[in-house]
């Protein structure tokens, strides 16, 4: 909600590229729209069901899928050592995210993992076919016409009877606000980047921010990290390095 409102004040700015907006493109970002709010909601669910460690190495995997259906479904083309960086990376996420203690541990299967696998198509369908939307109407109003489902997170929480609290009452205001821009700028950049290249080349770098998430935890939050986080965030930052020259 902070985030439309925030970014509200740019839609004069952006209002003429709407002149370019049919029905079946705003019926198309609406479909996509309720995929990456839903999406959202999913995953929050997950982590509170499952393990978050599997939970978000299972839906931080969507980049993945994107880069199979943009291959499949919009015709883009990657060259060998493209395609072997964007492995590179993966196997570097994995690493920062997944704790292979899980596989020691019995883990029952639980409805958490389900949320968690609809975060991950749901994601993936989002972030692949946006680029025809992108396209057209720029990288504005695409995220920004995704955001009129928000309302439905209200809808959810009040069917799970979970009381929304004040962020000012919380003193919290001021990190949401935070989080809230800087989510909608990522997103944002992202439709910049997929409107400049192939979105097979710009996710797999887009959906490695886990790498970056454990190196502030370590730095700002004195959060512990491993041996095998360090050795992931090393691979993914190699990957992007390489796939980012590959793809000058």
């Known amino acids: 909600t ?43 669910e997950a982590l509170i069901r499952s393990n978050p460690s599997l939970v978000l190495t299972i839906s931080g995997s969507f980049g993945t899928l994107v880069v199979v259906l943009s291959l499949l479904f919009l015709g883009e083309r990657i060259s060998i050592l493209q ?5 590179v990376i ?18 029952k299967f639980d409805s958490g993992i389900i949320f968690a696998l609809y975060a991950m198509m749901s994601f993936a369908l989002y972030f692949t076919f946006i680029k025809q939307v992108v396209h057209e109407i720029g990288w504005f109003w695409p995220n920004f016409i995704s955001m009129l489902w928000v309302p439905m997170i ?31 700028a990522g997103d944002f ?17 887009a959906g490695a921010y886990p790498t970056l998430s454990a190196i502030i935890a370590y730095k700002v939050f004195k959060d512990p990290i491993t041996r095998k986080q360090i050795l992931g965030i090393v691979i993914t930052l ?9 793809s000058i």
Not at 91 to 101: A, E, I, K, P, R
Not at 157 to 171: G, H, S, T
């Open 2 to 44: 902070i985030g439309i409102l925030l970014f509200s004040l740019y839609v004069p700015f952006a209002i003429n590229d709407l002149q370019a907006l049919t029905l079946s493109l705003f019926l198309l970002n609406l479909t996509l729209g309720f995929l990456y709010i839903s999406g959202n909601v999913a995953l929050n």
């Open 83 to 87: 395609a072997l960086m964007i492995a």
């Open 90 to 107: 993966f196997l570097g996420v994995f690493l920062c995210t997944f704790d292979f203690g899980i596989l020691k541990r019995k883990q």
């Open 154 to 184: 209200f809808f959810y929480m009040k069917w799970k009877r979970m009381k929304v609290e004040n962020p000012l009452e919380k003193k919290s205001f001021i990190q949401i606000a935070a989080s809230a821009f800087l989510l909608r």
């Open 189 to 205: 950049a992202f439709n910049l980047g997929i409107s400049a290249g192939h979105t097979a080349l710009v996710a797999p770098i």
């Open 238 to 246: 190699c990957g992007i390095v390489l796939l980012s020259l590959l």
